[in-house]
């Protein structure tokens, strides 16, 4: 099954936002196989946003994602990648439809309380980064015949 790195920024932990993000993706069927409380480096916050480096705003999101805890999540499930930036909404916002998590919980953009990885690569990557690989799980969890319907 594919796996997503989906983080909850610095204002989403202080926010107390954490529940309610975890609770998005667990209700829709995703599985969580790994997950920890830390505060990145801002060297660290460079590396996982690296491919943004010559945006004008690269060092103020260096230094906000370092800013304090972030909770680093691995959900797993199918087109966990695609539809889990889904349920985070669009980057800005003010554009994100509500009922999304950034449509319906953040209003500016420097500020939007969740990252999720936009593609196969950088999930692996991102993953990679933030996690050991014995600090994920693999499991299959009773409701996954529920969810997908086989056996
Ligand atoms: P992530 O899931 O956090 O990677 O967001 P994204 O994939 O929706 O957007 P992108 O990777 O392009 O940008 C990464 C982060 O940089 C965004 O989540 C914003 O927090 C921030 N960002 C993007 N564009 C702007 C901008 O124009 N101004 C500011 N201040 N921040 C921005
Ligand atoms: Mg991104």
């Not at 196989?33 to 260096?62: M, R, T, W």
């Not at 990648?81 to 985070?88: A, F, H, N, S």
């Not at 969740?114 to 693999?138: C, M, Q």
Request: proline share 5%; glycine share 12%.
């Amino acid at each position: 099954l594919e796996r997503t790195f989906i983080a909850v920024k610095p204002d989403g932990v202080q926010r107390g936002l954490i529940s309610e993000i975890i609770s998005r993706f667990e209700r829709k069927g995703y599985k969580l196989v790994g997950i920890k409380v830390v505060v990145p480096s801002k060297e660290f916050a460079g590396k996982h946003y690296h491919a943004l480096k010559d945006k004008p705003f690269f060092n103020g999101l260096s230094e906000f994602l370092s800013s304090g805890p972030v909770v680093a999540m691995v959900w797993e499930g199918e087109g966990v990648i695609t539809y889990g930036r889904k349920l985070i909404g669009a980057t800005d916002p003010q554009k994100s439809e509500p009922g999304t998590i950034r449509g319906d919980l953040a209003v500016v953009v420097g500020r939007n309380i969740i990252h999720g990885s936009d593609g196969p690569e950088t999930a692996k990557d991102e993953i990679n980064l933030w996690f050991k690989p014995e600090e994920l799980v693999s499991f299959t969890s009773n409701a996954e015949k529920w969810i997908y319907g086989v056996n």
